[in-house]
């Protein structure tokens, strides 16, 4: 049956309306990027298929350009639209981060380490750069390694420091597992680029590990 003899309760865009884009499943939200489903299928059992085909959102949206243009009806438009709404949804949280003090705001920091880094197939190392009100300056991927590790040099960190004049820094990386626990070389290299730090006057607040769920914060562990 299309979506458009469903009652309208359970329409997803209507649902998305009345009760917001919290309220709806994967599938649902999925549909209302899609649009349209295909030839007997709505866009909901479409948008379930993709998610059963791939394994979830987080697959679909890191997907390389070739394998989501294998996805059963998709294609160039749709990875080009989705790319468009990550970048959008990235720059939002930027801007958001330049307006406000950081440290007031620890979830919209999650929340936007998050969009940039939970997707990656690779684990990244990245700076958040801090004025001395804790606004962001500037956010800084640094360090690339393969799927399990990364090489970080503390030096590099302290140079960019002092080329945007940091007061601050944040530092995050991601599991590409999707396990946020932190290992012990993460704790290692944490202390050891706070001892630089310390050496030029600028502060290390926090190291955030991105994986599937919320960012872990070693502060609020102790651990920074």
Request: glycine share 6%.
């Amino acid at each position: 049956m299309s979506i458009k003899h469903w009652p309208e309760q359970e329409r997803p865009r209507e649902k998305l309306i009345h009760q917001g884009a919290s309220a709806l499943s994967d599938s649902e939200l999925l549909a209302i990027f899609l649009r349209t489903g295909t030839q007997g299928i709505s866009a909901v059992e479409l948008a379930r298929q993709v998610l059963s085909q791939f394994g979830g959102l987080r697959a679909l949206m890191s997907a390389s350009r070739e394998e989501f243009c294998q996805g059963f009806g998709l294609g160039d438009a749709k990875y080009t639209q989705l790319q468009a709404v990550l970048e959008m949804s990235k720059r939002h949280l930027q801007e958001q981060l330049m307006r406000e003090t950081v440290f007031s705001s620890a979830e919209h920091v999650r929340t936007y380490l998050s969009s940039q880094l939970r997707h990656s197939q690779r684990e990244i190392f990245a700076v958040l750069f801090l004025d001395t009100q804790h606004r962001l300056i500037r956010y800084q991927e640094l360090f690339m390694g393969t799927i399990d590790a990364a090489a970080v040099y503390p030096r590099e960190v302290v140079k960019a420091a002092l080329q945007y004049n940091a007061a601050a820094v944040i530092l995050a990386h991601n599991h590409p597992s999707g396990v946020a626990e932190p290992s012990q070389a993460d704790i290692s290299i944490t202390g050891k680029i706070k001892r630089a730090l310390d050496l030029v006057d600028v502060r290390l607040l926090d190291h955030f590990v991105v994986g599937d769920g919320s960012p872990v914060s070693l502060a609020e562990r102790g651990l920074v």
